[in-house]
């Protein structure tokens, strides 16, 4: 068994490392980080237009009114997110790479711009919002990388104006970036050009149903979900972060479909997609963090014994409930721990079938693109995240009773050893 | 005075750690600044530091740390797993002024 787990961790150590070290993964990452706070001030307004009731208590006209009154708050934010992570993405790039990152930013818009279609059914000179978040996400994350790479090779082949001594520096910055953007630029527009020549007619069209689409349908999926999860928790057995090393990969996906849903859903339509950002974060890792221990910890509450694994409780209870669970993966230990290891791979994958299942019944709500941060303690956070749909805590409630029941047997195996050790350590004192 | 850096995905773990050794160093008396920060920011916070505490969860951060933390002139090392599940800020602390006194 040690062997086989030394095999094992070498063979993941490396990847981990490639993953979350990667210039372009760690690039994205932190484009959604930027992105974030804007996300969540949507997220909430959202949460406010759609308060419960509301719809009862105001006639008709009174609550379009108010949410209309709201709408821009989402509209500017959550709704074309794309457009602040290509940004955030195109300043990571130049940024890791030493240069002046604010035209990393820009270049990475304006490049996204340049081959966005501008007319919408025959009017000029309006980009239409669609492209700048859910539709737009894959190509913008595409073109940041490789304007931003552009920018920086030209900047690197010292293709920049050099200004005599004496110009302000903020001056012959601002020439020094001219030769580079106008090149990475230019690179974009006969890009666009070309693709006016093929069936796809434009750029966006062409990543949209090459790449964005068979992607997002493959990870909407619950095959492609339950490999991510079990891959989660394989990462975690070992130690490893596997949130943060699966969400480098997955985030572009469930970002994306977490748009569509919310397009639909403030459209009063038919939600499309049942796995979005929030179907994991919410329903799978955000009840009581990865591996969803909120109810391992009362499984101990009510069958411990052992000193051990009450203080383990006690220890792990407060930060669970805001989804960090660092003391329980690693106090348990849950780590390397072969009489863990059945439930700790067996519960989540569950729970995401299970709730893949009642969500596409109907029993349960499906989330409705509302970005709920993942420290939100679990029933509220299922609430909020299906569009103030109490259903959404009750999924979250079963899901806790199944991790409960398949944990339990395993968390009074582990405390009968604790305890055992416990008497005979006091039977020899 | 010590300057004592955590880091690890988001900085949230970790500074459940920060709370227990910031009590351990008052009892002590020990005049110390200990914070936490996300992975993305360690880089930049090192400068500050006289040594950086990586969460076990994040070990695979280490070698890209230590280039920074060369740059910086400070030890690094990775937080023992048992000591980071059972938030044992006592243990962490001396793993700290530890690495510290065999920096100098």
Not at chain 1, 221 to 245: E, K, M
Not at chain 1, 316 to 330: A, C, H, M
Not at chain 2, 66 to 75: D, K, Y
């Amino acid at each position: 068994m040690d062997k086989f787990m030394e095999v094992l961790e070498n063979v993941l150590m490396p990847v981990a490392d490639k993953l979350n070290n990667n210039r372009y993964l760690t690039a994205l990452r932190n484009g959604f980080m930027v992105a974030l706070p804007l996300i969540i001030f949507g997220s909430i307004f959202v949460v406010i237009a759609n308060l419960p009731f509301l719809d009862r208590v105001l006639s008709e006209e009174g609550y379009a009114a108010y949410q209309n009154a709201l709408g821009p708050a989402s509209a500017a934010t959550l709704s074309i997110m794309g457009l602040f992570v290509m940004i955030g993405i195109g300043y990571k790039m130049v940024e890791g790479r030493g240069g002046e990152a604010i035209y990393g930013g820009v270049v990475a818009l304006a490049s996204f711009l340049i081959l966005t279609p501008q007319v919408v059914e025959g009017v000029g000179g309006v980009i239409p919002t669609a492209s700048l978040g859910a539709q737009g996400m894959f190509l913008g994350i595409f073109t940041a990388f490789i304007s931003a790479e552009l920018y920086h090779f030209f900047v690197r082949k010292n293709l920049t104006i050099k200004m005599p001594e004496g110009v302000p520096s903020a001056v012959s910055r601002s020439f020094s970036a001219l030769i580079p953007i106008t090149l990475t630029l230019t690179i974009f527009l006969v890009i666009r050009l070309v693709f006016t020549f093929t069936p796809f007619e434009t750029v966006q069209n062409f990543i949209y149903t090459i790449i964005q689409q068979p992607l997002t349908a493959l990870g909407s999926g619950l095959p492609a979900t339950l490999v991510a999860v079990l891959l989660i928790q394989v990462f975690w057995f070992f130690g490893l972060h596997g949130q943060i090393i699966i969400n480098s990969v997955f985030d572009p996906i469930w970002y994306s479909l977490n748009d569509e849903n919310l397009a639909a859903f403030q459209a009063g339509e038919e939600l499309p997609h049942i796995v979005t950002k929030q179907f994991i974060d919410t329903f799978i890792v955000g009840i009581g963090g990865s591996g969803m221990t909120l109810a391992v910890i009362i499984a101990i509450f009510v069958a411990a014994k052992s000193r051990q694994m009450r203080e383990l409780g006690k220890l792990g209870g407060p930060p669970g409930l805001f989804n960090v669970n660092e003391p329980v993966i690693f106090g348990l230990p849950i780590i390397m721990n072969p009489l863990v290891l059945i439930p700790w791979l067996l519960a989540p994958v569950v729970v995401a079938a299970v709730t893949y299942f009642l969500m596409s019944t109907g029993f349960a709500p499906k989330p409705a693109g509302v970005i709920v941060p993942w420290t939100t303690p679990p029933l509220l956070s299922g609430y909020l995240a299906t569009g103030n749909n109490i259903m959404g805590s009750v999924m979250q409630l079963i899901s806790m009773s199944i991790v409960f029941v398949i944990w339990l047997p395993f968390v009074k195996l582990l405390d009968k050893q604790y305890y055992g050790e416990e008497l005979s350590a006091q039977a020899t004192n | 005075m010590v300057k004592i850096l955590l880091a690890c995905s988001s900085g949230m773990s970790t500074s459940l750690l920060v709370q227990k050794m910031e009590a351990e160093a008052n009892e002590r008396g020990l005049d110390a600044e200990i914070w936490a920060v996300a992975q993305d920011k360690a880089a930049e916070d090192m400068k500050k530091a006289d040594v950086l505490l990586i969460g076990p969860q994040m070990r695979f951060m280490k070698k890209k740390l230590s280039v920074n933390a060369e740059e910086a002139g400070i030890p690094l090392d990775v937080i023992n797993p048992v000591d980071y599940g059972r938030v044992n800020g006592k243990a962490v602390l001396d793993t700290a002024l530890e690495l510290i006194e065999n920096n100098k």
